[in-house]
Antibody, heavy 118, light 112 residues
């Protein structure tokens, strides 16, 4: 199982960014996927989940601003970040949901760094 | 939201000794199916988190049996017996009973 995030960077407040997570080593289309973030020096903060059938759930802090999506043909998970705020600054991890309990994150990527600053 | 409170904030352990980390939930994590939805992760320095314990007391694949998890519906303990230098990092408990999924604030384990 390999998950590789990309698309991070420095962005101004109010702007947008799109993260990608390329998956390999498993049948991507059969698994739910998560995004989790970690602010500098802080703990883990769940952001969003997308099921294998593309149903979605979001944390209140990002609802209406972030959009999780997937392209099964490309084995890729996405997170569109809009209206970014300084408090969105974090490392963003994608994680696979366990096959028999998709809430459980059983494999994580190495993370993509997002910095929101003017 | 379910709040998970971890203690202590940090622990310093001599190699070969034991360490215990507590996690208290603001709500019962026992599901209607009789499963306790409490999980433990370890984030080693500079790495992404890795699953240690699932459903309160089950070792994830590849995790040494020096690690064990126990608890009730709201109070949980991760025990590491015979701590090794490779065990350093931050330990997080997590609940996957309901959304939003939440994590404890973490306990940093250091070696003396």
């Amino acid at each position: 199982v390999q998950l590789v995030e990309s698309g991070g960077g420095l962005v101004q407040p109010g702007k947008s960014l799109k993260l990608s997570c390329s998956a390999s080593g498993f049948t991507f289309s059969s698994y739910g996927m998560h995004w989790i973030r970690q602010a500098p020096g802080k703990g883990l903060d769940w952001v969003a989940y997308i099921s294998s059938s593309s149903g979605t759930v979001y944390a209140d802090a990002v609802k209406g601003r972030f959009t999780i999506s997937r392209d099964n043909a490309k084995n890729t998970l996405y997170l569109q970040l809009n209206s970014l705020k300084s408090e969105d600054t974090a490392i963003y991890y994608c994680a696979r949901g366990y096959r028999y309990n998709p809430h459980v994150m059983d494999a994580w990527g190495q993370g993509a760094s997002v910095t929101v600053s003017s | 939201d379910i709040v998970l409170t971890q203690a202590p904030l940090s622990v310093s352990v001599t190699p070969g000794e034991s360490a215990s980390i507590s996690c208290r939930s603001s709500k019962s994590l026992l599901s209607s199916k009789g499963i306790t939805s409490l999980y433990w992760y370890l984030q080693k320095p500079g790495k992404s988190p890795q699953l240690l314990i699932y459903r309160m007391s089950n070792l994830a694949s590849g995790v040494p049996d020096r690690f064990s998890g126990s608890g009730s519906e709201t109070d949980f303990t991760l025990k590491i017996s015979k701590v090794e230098t490779e065990d350093v990092g931050v330990y997080y408990c997590a609940q996957f009973l309901e959304y939003p999924l939440t994590f404890g604030s973490g306990t940093k384990l250091e070696i003396k």
